[in-house]
Structure formats: C-alpha cells, structure tokens
C-alpha cells in the first residue's frame, strides 16, 4: 500500500503540470493550502478521501485518475495485492478498478476506523452504491438513517445529501462505488471534496 499510495502524489503533481497550474492556483481552486498540497506531491502526506475529491475537482478528473497509469484499456484486472490506494488518519481509500475507456463507474473499497467519519455532507451528480463488507456503517441520506452491516447495501441518487460514519469501536469496511453522469468528476470530487475525515 506504501508504494502505491506514493503513486498518488506522483500522479498530482503530473495532472497539475499538464494543466499548467502552479501550487498556488491549484491551492485556491480546491480550498487547500500550499504547503499540503506541496506535502502530497512529495510523498510527505497522504491524501483523505476529502482530499482526493477537493484535487479531482480542481483539476477535472476523476479520482480513479490518481490511480491509474496513462494507459487506458478495454478490460481491467486487479489483483488483490496490486490495488492502489492511500491512507490518511487510518482510513483507507483503495482503487479495485480504473484503467477503463470511457469509464464512468469507480469502485472503492474503504476501511473506517472505528469513530471514523467522512466529515461533512455532501451531494454530486449521479449515484452511489455501498455494500458493507465488514463492521458496521451509518450512511445518512437527505436526514435519513440507514445502518448497514455486513451483507447490506444501499444505492441512492447522490445528488441528495450524505455522509458516513463508524460509530463502533471495531473497523468497518464498504465497497463504494460511484458513477458520474458522462464519467463526469464531480462525484469523486464532492465525495472527497473537504479535508474532513475526523476521529
């Protein structure tokens, strides 16, 4: 997972130079300083998943695109020890599958700590699917509650206000998978779009 999420920075600071953006016009489009991105491109910090979609955002990419190489193909495989990922505060966001033309669904496992959240809530264009793997999971909808536990899942239209949370002490895990009407970023952004993963 190291390695991988090395990548990440990597391929940030590659999406920001070919769009010709300095730190600081990347900084303001996003909402982050300077110095974190700077921390982010040189492997010195791992981005949230806030994070992830605050830079997709800004750049006009999708969050896939930090994991992915420049080849695009038609079928992708992704073996269990080659996900690419990265963690901040321990919770982990990893890719099981990008690479794909014209791709618009972006699947994710994600580990939460126990007392872990995704901070604030928040609403993008298109759907979003959860499926608890492990733990338990409170994912709010528009006010509503729903506590998923393993085998359990939910899909709504994500234009709707939402967030997630572990409220147990054990670590829970979810397949999150997003779409994006014509493979739009903004899902990825808005998802990760406040550094507000909290404890």
């Not at 990440?8 to 730190?23: A, F, I, K, N, P």
């Not at 992915?68 to 966001?93: C, P, W």
């Not at 014509?182 to 909290?198: I, K, N, P």
């Amino acid at each position: 997972m190291d390695q991988e999420s090395l990548k990440v920075g990597r391929r940030v600071r590659t999406l920001r130079d070919e769009r010709g953006l300095s730190l600081r016009a990347l900084a303001e489009a996003c909402d982050l300083s300077v110095n974190a991105i700077s921390m982010i491109e040189r492997d010195e910090s791992s981005p949230r998943v806030s994070t992830l979609h605050l830079l997709a955002r800004a750049l006009n990419v999708r969050i896939t695109d930090f994991f992915e190489s420049e080849n695009q193909r038609s079928v992708v495989f992704v073996r269990r020890g080659d996900r690419a990922g990265t963690t901040s505060n321990d919770i982990t966001i990893e890719s099981i599958g990008t690479g794909l033309r014209n791709q618009q669904l972006e699947p994710f496992i994600v580990t939460i700590p126990g007392g872990s959240s995704s901070g604030e809530h928040v609403e993008h264009p298109g759907q979003e699917f959860v499926y608890c793997l492990e733990g338990r999971v409170e994912y709010a909808v528009s006010g509503d509650a729903f506590i998923l536990e393993p085998g359990d899942s939910l899909l709504f239209d994500a234009t709707q206000s939402h967030f997630f949370r572990n409220a147990e002490a054990a670590r829970a895990k979810i397949l999150l998978v997003l779409q994006s009407p014509e493979g739009t970023g903004v899902a990825r952004e808005r998802h990760m779009a406040r550094d507000t993963l909290t404890r």
